[in-house]
């Protein structure tokens, strides 16, 4: 027999979703309707960004960009000019060069901005200071984002004071800058069916990361081990890049929230907690899962992870319709301050707590944040001075969490150290709510049983 094993790896068959043409044409349409007669709007696309030497991180397009182009390529320009009659949508992109592509790979060129991505008219990028002036010109207000990228607001006002420089040749030159961040982010705010769908698959993959993670872990593998079968999950699915770096955290390392260095040892008799989501036709899935390294809970985690899991549930029946975004936050805080009295590692009763918020020695973070095309995704959570009320479309993450900090000398030493967070994706639907990652287990027995089965 050969001593050569062949790899066992099951190769399923990505599914083929992404937003359509038709789709990428209206939420222009719906942004150019907002917008101030007489009006342009500029929205650059992202660069690419050195690692080190002649290597560049994986390139990811701006999401506002992105939403309202679906043009991968880097160095782009999108233009909107509502009433132009020479077509209202101008994208400046690279130009087609034999000798790049075949370095860099394919680029779409000003024909195939206009035949594939909807444009009305395209230029090269490089012809940009010539042209974009000229767009400019006789259209009283900008919209553009200043402050978020200097070297690009740098051009923006370059091509505004080409313009000031003619005015004694009769140019008009632009009186107002308006952002234009407001409406396009309430746009993104509210998922179409489209983006529901990919939302929907991302979490799926994501879920069986998750599954594939607990199965797969025992004592004394590495962190990173455990997020290497996470990322080959995503990526044998179609979601190559995860949506933000994954934390795997085992013991103590739970209790550091933004922990990457995810190269520790698994120990056994310790939990860990891995926060990993894919990012799939760039929409995002959030999931954490904290389980035990060696497949059983010990009584003080049991007991502290019941009650991470009742706050999730506290704050899952809030969600609907009709309710404001800090209400499952309240019924987190809530759940997780009256479990923390009943262990005893608050002192007095649940009101005199609440009002001392004495749960953020414990739970320091809030319960969720909006999710889409960024994992922290776009959209006010306040109306006013009002919290926002909630309505169907929107995806929410619910991610409770207890970490008692390994030096807190206010709890009996056998708590300290220990760190949980369970999170899952939430779509708001007309009916309430609809959880987008339920496809990974999380009560104890559910855990403790998938977990004896794939020892
Ligand atoms: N993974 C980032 C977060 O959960 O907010
Ligand atoms: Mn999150
Ligand atoms: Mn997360």
Partial sequence: ?????????????????????????????????????????????????????????????????????????????????PGREHGEYVLFCREKDATRELWTGYRAGQEGACQNYGADDAFPIG?????????????????????????????VMEWVNTIRSKVRAGAIPPGEFLDLDHFLHE????????????MREAGKISARAHTR???ICHPGMREFQLEAEILHEFAMAGGRYPAYTSIVGGGENACVLHYTENAAELNDGDLVLIDAGCELQHYAADITRTFPVNGKFSKEQRALYEIVLAAQQA????????????????????????GLIDLK???????????????????????????????????DYKVGNEWRVLEAGMVLTVEPGIYVSPSNQDVPARWRGIGIRIEDDVLVTKQGHDVLTDGVPKAVDEIETLMAASR
């Avoid at 500029?42 to 690419?48: D, K, N, T, V, W």
């Avoid at 899952?316 to 936050?329: A, L």
């Avoid at 009101?351 to 776009?378: I, P, S």
């Fill in 127 to 155: 012809d940009i200071d010539e042209i974009l002036p000229g767009l400019i010109e006789g259209r009283e207000r900008v919209y553009y984002s200043l402050g978020k990228d200097s070297e690009f607001d740098r051009h």
């Fill in 315 to 338: 704050a899952f029946d809030t969600i609907k319709p009709g309710n404001h975004w800090n209400e499952p936050h309240d019924a987190a805080v809530k759940t997780i301050t009256q």
């Fill in 1 to 81: 027999m050969s001593a050569i094993k062949k790899a066992k790896t099951k190769v399923i068959k990505p599914k083929k979703l992404a937003i359509s043409a038709a789709e990428f044409a209206r939420r222009r349409r719906d942004l150019m309707a907002c917008m101030e007669p007489n009006s342009i709007a500029i929205i650059p696309g992202a660069r690419e960004v050195r690692r080190n030497g002649d290597a560049e991180y994986a390139f990811r397009q701006d999401s506002d960009f992105y939403y309202l182009s679906g043009f991968p390529e880097p160095e782009a320009v999108a233009v909107l000019i």
């Fill in 213 to 215: 993670a607990m199965q």
């Fill in 187 to 198: 746009q993104r705010l509210i998922k179409s069916a489209g983006e529901q769908k990919i």
């Fill in 345 to 379: 590692l608050l002192k007095g009763g649940l009101k005199k707590n609440l009002e001392k918020g004495a749960y953020q020695d414990f739970y320091m973070h809030r319960t969720g944040h909006w999710l889409g095309m960024d994992v922290h995704d776009v959209g």
